[in-house]
């Protein structure tokens, strides 16, 4: 028994409205899904799960149009058991109990019932909190989606009877498949002569994101705006492209020369302390539909990596534009990075962060068998403390200065330094109290 609860009753009016082509085109069976081969596989455990019909409740947790719903829907044709559709955005604490009820009359039979909610994320905790006693005996299968990642917006309780599957953006040669497929089946645009280049199809795939969704519709809307000729045939170019998208010669392969090209060139100008040149590069990109959570991520690198501690507060402005990315997205979040670019460009500079990490990696991966020091190592046993760990360990708070003699290296690398600061910005402060630290320690025997 299939249902869907927040499905009305439909009027034959309503059932002549054509469907949207990302709609008429999604996939009845496994074998015609595309993406996630890392769990719906051969052999990989959601296929088999599915195909065993041994459900049991689990959240799909992924950006959209990678499949979440479409997965939900196969199982729904292949199980056995009764099928529920919940929109989080639509139903309240009333429709869960309604629905509950309906499960345990499926259950006094021995029918299963499984309750698939779209955007679970949206239901406050108390919405949640009513389906987990279902979840705990039985009563229902529980199938979430989820854009927001579980462990912040689920609650435990019932997060820990689910199995969370990660659902990956789709690869542009996942959304290509797509396209064309699109352009053959009968559902699709089969029936009709279409005319459009594969560079186009790469176009399109570019802009959507790993979201097929979104590819979909704006194949769609690119068609359907296309050059007719007197035979019907449509031709799809590069100018109807643009207009559906609302974007110009700006697209690019996002896995391609251009894209590291374009980061490369924000990244440097950052660098040269050049605002206008980086907020210029930041604008090439996000108009060419580059993902600004991608941007943000180079950005905070960046803050680590040429500024540090020269001015700490860099590295707070860019996490903080990352987390207005994720919250509002765009185009609002292009403000929010172009703030911490012009911050960035205008910081004082240093790069000793990274040439510490990298002198120290050095030596991590040259004497990987360094024993820790027994005066720092955990104690947490009688044997460990019989073998003398944690003897003699300081307890710089206890000190009057704060500040110990005790080695914390090992014996091999004693007096390696790998953290050499500049005078730059803030920095010069933390190279006079580094300094002081180390002629104390010199001072009391620590070198």
């Given at each position: 028994m299939k249902r869907t609860y927040d499905e009305g009753t439909g009027s034959l009016f309503a059932r002549e409205v054509p469907q949207p082509l990302a709609e008429r085109l999604r996939p009845r069976t496994l074998d015609e899904y595309v993406g996630q081969g890392h769990l719906v596989g051969k052999g990989k455990i959601l296929r088999r799960l599915i195909e065993s019909d041994q459900i049991s409740s689990m959240?799909?947790?992924?950006?959209?149009?990678?499949?979440?719903?479409?997965?939900?829907?196969?199982?729904?044709?292949?199980?056995k058991a009764s099928f529920l559709t919940f929109s989080a955005v639509t139903s309240g604490i009333k429709d869960i109990r309604e629905v509950?009820?309906?499960?345990e009359k499926n259950r006094a039979y021995g029918e299963r019932t499984i309750v698939f909610v779209d955007e679970i994320h949206r239901f406050n905790k108390a919405q949640q909190d009513a389906f987990l006693p279902f979840v705990e005996r039985g009563s229902i299968i529980l199938i979430g989606a989820t854009t927001e990642n579980p462990s912040f917006e689920i609650n435990s309780a019932l997060l820990s009877r689910c199995k969370v599957f990660v659902l990956k953006a789709l690869s542009a040669d996942d959304i290509c498949a797509l396209l064309t497929h699109a352009l053959k089946d009968e559902r699709g645009f089969g029936h009709q002569v279409i005319h459009i280049a594969p560079d186009l199809l790469q176009l399109i795939a570019?802009?959507?994101?790993?979201?097929?969704?979104?590819?979909?519709?704006?194949?769609?809307?690119?068609?359907?705006?296309?050059?007719t000729d007197e035979r019907g045939a449509v031709t799809v170019t590069k100018e109807t492209i643009e207009q559906c998208t609302s974007k110009?010669?700006?697209?690019?392969?996002?896995?391609g020369e251009e894209h590291y090209n374009l980061i490369s060139a924000l990244h440097k100008s950052m660098r040269n302390s050049d605002p206008d040149a980086a907020v210029y590069w930041l604008a090439r990109m996000l108009e060419a539909g580059e993902d600004p959570l991608y941007i943000a991520r180079r950005v905070t690198r960046f803050a680590a990596e040429d500024v540090g501690l020269a001015d700490p507060r860099a590295l707070e402005?860019?996490?903080a534009a990352y987390q207005a990315c994720h919250f509002i997205g765009v185009p609002?979040?292009?403000?929010?990075l172009t703030e911490a670019v012009v911050?960035?460009?205008l910081a004082p500079k240093s790069n000793a962060m990274e040439t510490a990490y990298l002198s120290a990696r050095k030596d991590a991966i040259e004497h990987l068998a360094e024993p820790v020091p027994l005066v720092i190592r955990n104690a947490p046993t009688r044997l460990m403390k019989e073998l003398h760990y944690g003897e003699g360990y300081q307890y710089a708070h206890d000190a009057k200065d704060k500040l110990t003699n005790m080695q914390c290296m090992p014996d091999n690398l004693k007096g390696r330094t790998y953290y050499h600061p500049t005078e730059e910005g803030l920095e010069g402060r933390f190279k006079e109290r580094l300094a002081a630290i180390k002629a104390w320690k010199k001072a009391h025997g620590a070198e």
């Open positions: 959240i799909f947790w992924g950006p959209p149009g990678v499949g979440k719903t479409t997965l939900a829907r196969i199982i729904a044709g292949q199980t509950m009820g309906q499960a570019a802009f959507a994101n790993g979201d097929a969704r979104s590819a979909l519709s704006t194949l769609e809307m690119a068609v359907l705006n296309g050059e110009k010669s700006l697209l690019y392969d996002k896995k402005i860019a996490v609002e979040c292009n403000v929010h911050y960035l460009s």
